[in-house]
């Protein structure tokens, strides 16, 4: 006789599953002590069941003495069609405080092609308003966002997301060859942020840094406004602010996750 369902249950995977069910409903994760005491199960049985969720991927580790946080299987089996909204609308709070604060447009864009995919656009409360739109492509070469994007690559990587030389100009700052470009993302590889200067659009500068994350995104968020207001002292007061938003979106599991959903989006060792 086939044994009910019911009736079939695994000490180990029931722990397990509520294991990953408390670790889900905490913000900042837990040490192996909160755990034990938390769910009334010793603690070498708690770090056994730790060990094999982390080696699935399904459990993280940080920080010492360690704490236990969900891992990105468990996020990824949530449906990408949800997950690739949720990259925008997470990132949507920590853009609207940034555009609020600088009084410039706030972008986030992914590499998609030979074009940059604006995920999110917010603008600032005054009437300032530009190309870019959620959802909208512009090109990588002569843009904020793309040469930062850009420079985090190796020069075969980088082969993939240009067009053929020259490239085309904008203004009479825009780069057309590709050493001229190269020798441009060796500098922001250097300092750590990249500037558009009227290098796309006539009278509209940009400053961009990259996301750090350890999830292998190539993801970076920019401010733009008049080039009278994104001069050497604008960039100045919005580099910290730019740098203290990209921390915030790198260090928020979910968004980092959610990105993996976003097609054209450059994943290092992987093209979604």
């Known amino acids: ?85 949720d990259a925008a609308e997470l990132a949507a709070p920590v853009l609207r405080l940034l555009a609020d604060r600088t009084g410039l447009t706030a972008n986030l864009g992914v590499l998609a092609g030979t074009s940059v995919l604006h995920l999110r656009v917010e603008e600032p409360d005054r009437p300032l308003r530009f190309r870019s739109s959620s959802g909208s492509l512009d090109h990588t070469w002569c843009t904020g966002l793309g040469k930062m994007l850009l420079a985090g690559l190796t020069a075969e990587q980088r082969d993939q997301h240009l067009p053929e030389e020259p490239f085309p100009a904008f203004t009479p700052a825009t780069l057309t060859t590709r050493a001229a470009l190269d020798a441009e993302l060796d500098r922001i590889g250097e300092r750590g942020h990249s500037v558009d200067d009227e290098e796309r659009d006539r009278g509209v500068a940009c400053v961009a840094v990259a996301v750090p994350n350890d999830a292998g995104a190539h993801v ?9 207001e994104v001069d050497d002292e604008g960039r100045a007061r919005a580099l910290p602010l730019l740098r203290e938003a990209a921390a915030e979106l790198g260090a928020n599991r979910r968004f980092l996750t959610a990105l993996r959903a976003v097609r054209g989006a450059y994943l290092t060792g992987d093209h979604a």
């Open 220 to 228: 970076a968020i920019s401010v733009a406004g008049p080039s009278g």
């Open 1 to 85: 006789m086939e044994q009910r369902a019911t009736s079939y249950r695994s000490q180990g995977l029931v722990r397990a599953l509520r294991l990953l069910r408390h670790l889900g409903g905490l913000d900042d994760g837990a040490t192996l002590s909160d755990l034990s005491a938390a769910l009334d199960i010793p603690k070498s049985t708690v770090l056994r069941l730790l060990v094999v969720l982390e080696e699935e991927d399904f459990v993280a580790r940080t920080g010492e003495p360690p704490r236990y946080r969900v891992g990105d299987a468990v996020l990824e089996l949530a449906d990408s069609s949800v997950r690739s909204a």
